[in-house]
């Protein structure tokens, strides 16, 4: 079974850049059809998809996201992490990293990060 764990800040401060990492065990973020998200709840709000990496490292981003998101991976370390640039207050939220196996139909989740934007 694949398991996800977030790190990072719990506090970041309004136009600084907002940083997670994933780390993956029990699986490889390079096995095919194996795509690696990001996903985030403000509070009071739903589930807000940020972007997404499959296994052969190509980016896609939220369009309403797309101008301050990026997502990298180091592949020796079979982790991967977000990068929000220009956070503000509105960025608050919880952040999940996730993966969905297409073979398999099944989605995984991290137990999510709480990150605040506050100075």
């Known amino acids: 079974q694949v398991q996800l764990q977030e790190s990072g800040p719990g506090l970041v401060k309004p136009s600084q850049t907002l940083s997670l990492t994933c780390t993956v065990s029990?699986?490889?973020?390079?096995?095919?059809?194996?795509?690696w998200s990001w996903i985030r709840q403000p509070p009071g709000k739903g589930l807000e998809w940020m972007g997404v990496?499959?296994?052969?490292?190509?980016?896609y981003y939220s369009p309403s996201l797309k101008s301050r998101t990026s997502i990298s991976r180091d592949t020796s370390k079979n982790q991967f992490s977000l990068h929000l640039s220009s956070v503000t207050p509105e960025d608050t939220a919880v952040y999940y990293c996730?993966?969905?196996?297409?073979?398999?139909?099944?989605?995984?989740w991290g137990q999510g990060t709480q990150v605040t934007v506050s100075s």
């Open positions: 990496m499959p296994y052969d490292g190509s980016t």
């Open positions: 029990g699986g490889s973020i390079t096995t095919s059809y194996y795509a």
């Open positions: 996730s993966t969905y196996i297409l073979s398999r139909k099944v989605r995984y």
